[in-house]
């Protein structure tokens, strides 16, 4: 058995006792209730908490998750949002003060992240299509404005980067995360069967609908091996070079999204009523799960909404550093206004209630990447243009803003 598998048990069992004892004591719930209540636990952003507590203090060990482990993974834990949650989660913060925090003010409301260290959106082909077919919107509907505002003040400093930079002198202050490649998918092939697998099972197709299948399967590889040739490997320390990152991977999972959007619309016209209602029963029920794994420690803001009060505009802090003068100031206020523009933006292409078919759905994402495409573009200028009127000290000043605010 894998580290990556022996964790997740680890975490289950830890919780599934936990919940037992307490229940046995407190409510006198038999042993299909514990059993139940254990599982609604693990899958919760309570249960994720857990898991991140196992891995500040080592019991899940992000440095042990090797290309195998995950690998191994793909067909299970990889496969469920929540497990990948658990990854993600030890990831980002594995190289932020030394991994030795239990949460980042960048944290999504799932208890996911939208950044790990350089990279942007770890993860993404899963979590567009886990929304595209099976209607889960606990990751894709998480990303949003607080990722382009953690793209300007990012939450790592330079010696946060150190654990994502691969070794130096100082690999032993830090809890080395995996490659961040592995975030991305390794393995193509893996990833398409395991959904391609999971649709088989659902609706039991005829042989004109896998011969469809394939077709999809191969247009699944093309998708994964664009995202992965996306992902970020590289530090970047300043906030355009941040957002241009973004823009990049961004644009490639629009093409990614482009490239299954025929195969899949073909495959879905060939489904009988039956074979609909099963996918949309489905995805019915995961939608369920999901809202009712929600939780007050972490309440649905939806489409990426922001944290008010981790997300306040730094303008104090940015004239007491950087003193600048009224071109600067004029150009920082054109910065602000780009940023309440990209809010609006993506508030108005948030999540409807009414995506209820895969058809829709998938309007639904393209409409979704598009919006946060122009957003960045949008922040991207403006922010070059403040950068432009900046002297190197004065740049110096706005990037240190993010080791203050981290602090």
């Known amino acids: 058995m894998s580290r990556f598998r022996i964790g997740i048990a680890v975490i289950a069992m830890t919780t599934l006792l936990s919940s037992a004892a307490l229940a046995r004591v407190h409510l006198g719930i038999g042993p299909l209730g514990v059993a139940r209540s254990a599982f609604a636990r693990v899958t919760s952003l309570g249960g994720l908490h857990h898991a991140r507590a196992f891995a500040r203090h080592g019991h899940i060990r992000t440095a042990s998750l090797s290309s195998r482990d995950l690998g191994n993974a793909a067909d299970s834990e990889l496969g ?168 990049q991977r961004i644009e490639t999972m629009i093409r990614a999204e482009l490239a299954v959007q025929q195969p899949l619309g073909k495959f879905y016209d060939l489904l009988n009523d039956e074979q609909e209602a099963r996918l949309n029963a489905i995805a019915q029920d995961r939608r369920k799960m999901s809202a009712g794994n929600r939780t007050k420690e972490a309440p649905v803001r939806g489409c990426g909404a922001a944290h008010p009060a981790a997300l306040q505009w730094p303008a104090d802090e940015i004239e007491a550093r950087l003193h600048p003068n009224d071109a600067q100031r004029a150009a920082l206020e054109v910065l602000r206004g780009a940023n309440a523009r990209a809010v609006d933006i993506l508030n108005n292409a948030c999540q409807s209630e009414d995506a209820t078919t895969l058809p829709i759905r998938l309007d639904a994402v393209d409409e979704r990447l598009d919006a946060m ?35």
Not at 213 to 220: P, Q, R, Y
């Open 80 to 247: 469920n949002p929540a497990a990948r949650r658990q990854v993600v989660a030890a990831a980002a913060l594995a190289g932020w003060h030394g991994g030795h925090i239990a949460d980042g003010w960048w944290r999504h409301s799932d208890g996911g992240y939208g950044w790990v260290g350089p990279l942007f959106w770890p993860f993404a082909i899963y979590d567009i299509y886990d929304y595209t077919i099976w209607g889960d919107d606990s990751g894709f509907w998480n990303y949003g404005y607080p990722d382009i505002y953690a793209a300007i003040f990012a939450p790592y400093g330079h010696d946060d980067l150190v654990a994502y930079a691969g070794p130096s002198p100082l690999e032993r202050r830090y809890r080395r995360p995996p490659p961040l490649q592995q975030l991305c998918g390794d393995d193509s092939r893996e990833i398409a069967d395991l959904l391609i697998n999971q649709i088989q099972q659902a609706i039991q197709p005829d042989e004109t609908q896998r011969a469809a299948l394939d077709d999809l399967a191969n247009a699944l590889i093309a998708a994964v091996q664009m995202t992965r040739a996306s992902c970020q490997t590289q530090t970047v320390f300043t906030a355009p070079l941040r957002l241009a990152v973004m823009q």
């Open 373 to 407: 495409q122009q957003a960045v573009g949008l922040v991207r200028a403006a922010l070059e243009g403040f950068y432009g009127t900046l002297s190197d000290e004065q740049k110096a000043q706005f990037e240190a803003i993010v080791q203050k605010r981290t602090a």
